[in-house]
Structures are given as structure tokens and as C-alpha cells.
């Protein structure tokens, strides 16, 4: 049998989610929601769970928070097709509630072999609950923008756009830490010819170059 391709495996991945029943939220969802996006842009954004928008069209990121989203990743050139864009539970949590830890878990392998099979080279998280994934006991106040290199890629944390809708505070440091990417793609760069991938950095003064240097790269670095 000949080895699946990277979109194969995702197209299997999206139906074994449309018909999943490994947790409760299975229960009320109109649509599950497995993702979307490009596999060949590198760059992969986990968000926390669908919310009604979503889980009416089977789509993530569609309602005012995607809205807000396609704004940020428009402040750096990029639209929402050029990345990939999935949550850490693909159906809807009742009334927008957090997700649950059981829930979380029945997602897991989903998640996990979506990375495999787009094995982007930056993992932006949005929100509390895809940052404990990759930055175990972290706050989001006291981290978000600052990227973690580990594993070949940069992990970013960013609060979730949501979170900005709610707060022009949190809304202003959301389009501050999108303009982080070039920078951070440039120094991923680096230690991916460096093959400094046996050590995490997560001091960004170290990790970035200086912002103004680094935008003059094309974003094509992702």
C-alpha cells in the first residue's frame, strides 16, 4: 500500500472527526470542526474549541474572534488560506463553556497527527488551553509573543482573538505579537542551520533579531 500524503491524512483525520463519539461534545454539536487551511505554509494556529458560528458551518475561526484573526494575520501579509488553522476540541463545548480535561484528551491524537502530517515550522497557540499543550503551567499574561524553539519549529503563544474582542488592551498586544513573526521565522531559521535544536530558548530578547531587520524578510521565511 502506498504511504498516504500529508493531505490524505488530513482528509481521513476530518472524517474520523465528523463522526467521532469518544466524548460528550458529540452529543449537541451541529458540525464537528477539524480545521482548515494550506499544509505548505508552516505555519499552524491551535485554537481552544468552535463556537456557534463554527459548529454551525463546520469551519473554524468564522464568527466576530475569525474575523478579528484574519486582521492580524493581515497586519503581516498573510491570509487565513495560506495557514492552517484548528482548535484542541473539534465540537462545541455547550454554551461556549471551557473545555473539559476528558474532552481535551479525546482530541489528543487528532491533534497530534495533524502536526505530523503538516509539521509546520511555527505553532502559534490562541488561548489558555492550547498554551498548556505546549507550555505546561505558563500564563498566557506573562508569555504571549515570546516563542519557545523546540523540536524544529517555534511554539508562539498568543492570547485567544476572543479575549481581544472583549479588550482593547488585549486586542492592541495581539497585533503587537503578529508583528513578532518575521523576526521569529528569521531566528528559526537560523538555528535550523545552527542545528541548535537540543536546547529550548525562550528569552526573546536572545531568540529575535530586531524587529525592524527581521521585517524586512518575506514572510515566504514561513
Known sequence: MAEQTPEQVLEDI????????????????????????ALKSGIMLIGEGPGFNEDQQGRPFVGPAGKLLEEMLAAVGLHREQVFITNVVKCRPPGNR????????????????????????????????????????????AVHGEPKFADGRAYVPFYHPAAGLRSPAIKQMLFEDIQKLPAIAKRLKELQAQGHFDRQEADSADAAPDTEEANTDQLSLF
Do not use: H, M, W
Not at 467521532?20 to 477539524?34: D, G, N, Q
Not at 488561548?127 to 507550555?135: D, E, K, P, V
Open 98 to 141: 471551557d473545555p473539559q480535561p476528558d474532552e481535551i484528551a479525546a482530541c489528543n491524537e487528532y491533534l497530534d497527527r495533524q502536526l505530523a502530517a503538516i509539521d509546520p515550522r511555527i505553532v502559534i497557540t490562541l488561548g489558555r488551553f492550547s498554551l498548556a499543550r505546549f507550555f505546561s503551567g505558563a500564563k498566557i499574561s
Open 14 to 37: 476530518g472524517a474520523e472527526v465528523r463522526r467521532c463519539s469518544a466524548c460528550r461534545l458529540c452529543e449537541k454539536r451541529t458540525k464537528a470542526v477539524p480545521g482548515e487551511g
